[in-house]
């Protein structure tokens, strides 16, 4: 593994955990010699995750559209990568990642670790994605991931590939050790 994605909110959130624990995962990043590729942003969660890896002299590369260039990138990245749409966007962090973690945040974070989720499902990516539950915030969408596999719309094992943790250290070493999973997406054809 090179780079990790991180998705998360570009606002702070509520609880303020979330913020200390966007920067202990920039943070310990860094200190496993990897590189973060993120949304660029130098507000909220993605501020922090950035702030965290910066500290750690990690290499940060912001991929953002470029609707948004000039308006809110973090002014220390080591690299920023300005795209045509959010399309592009995801495409490109997608192609120089090699493993995706979810912060808490808001719509764009939910659709962008869901079409992580879905590429892993289908055998188009078999790169790592894991979610990062800070004090529960994903507990309930978990949840829904489960009554999906009863309702037999998700294969178990799908489902199970999906790494969950509370603890930066711990989401990065299950990364080391993924495997991917590589059988049909369909349960009943």
């Given at each position: 593994?090179?780079?990790?994605?991180?998705?998360?909110?570009?606002?702070?959130?509520?609880?303020?955990?979330?913020?200390?624990?966007?920067?202990?995962?920039?943070?310990?990043?860094?200190?496993?010699?990897?590189?973060?590729?993120?949304?660029?942003?130098?507000?909220?969660?993605?501020?922090?995750?950035?702030?965290?890896?910066?500290?750690?002299?990690?290499?940060?590369?912001?991929?953002?559209?470029?609707?948004?260039?000039?308006?809110?990138?973090?002014?220390?990245?080591?690299?920023?990568?300005?795209?045509?749409?959010?399309?592009?966007?995801?495409?490109?962090?997608?192609?120089?990642?090699?493993?995706?973690?979810?912060?808490?945040?808001?719509?764009?974070?939910?659709?962008?670790?869901?079409?992580i989720l879905t590429w892993s499902q289908i055998g188009y990516s078999s790169k790592p994605c894991g979610?990062?539950?800070v004090n529960g915030y994903y507990d309930e969408l978990l949840k829904f991931f489960d009554r999906s596999?009863?309702?037999?719309?998700?294969?178990?094992?799908?489902?199970?590939?999906?790494?969950?943790?509370?603890?930066?250290?711990?989401?990065?070493?299950?990364?080391?050790?993924?495997?991917?999973?590589?059988?049909?997406?369909?349960?009943?054809?």
């Amino acid at each position: 593994m090179k780079n990790i994605c991180v998705f998360c909110g570009s606002s702070p959130g509520a609880d303020p955990a979330y913020l200390q624990m966007a920067n202990k995962l920039g943070r310990e990043i860094a200190a496993r010699g990897l590189g973060l590729v993120y949304g660029s942003s130098n507000l909220g969660l993605m501020g922090e995750v950035a702030k965290g890896a910066l500290l750690g002299s990690a290499p940060v590369v912001g991929v953002l559209p470029k609707v948004f260039d000039g308006r809110v990138q973090h002014p220390d990245l080591t690299e920023l990568i300005v795209t045509d749409t959010m399309h592009q966007r995801k495409a490109k962090m997608f192609e120089i990642s090699d493993g995706f973690i979810a912060l808490p945040g808001g719509f764009g974070t939910f659709e962008e670790l869901l079409e992580i989720l879905t590429w892993s499902q289908i055998g188009y990516s078999s790169k790592p994605c894991g979610i990062l539950n800070v004090n529960g915030y994903y507990d309930e969408l978990l949840k829904f991931f489960d009554r999906s596999v009863e309702m037999r719309f998700v294969k178990q094992e799908h489902r199970d590939a999906i790494i969950v943790d509370t603890d930066p250290k711990k989401i990065l070493d299950k990364f080391e050790k993924y495997k991917p999973v590589i059988i049909d997406k369909w349960i009943d054809k």
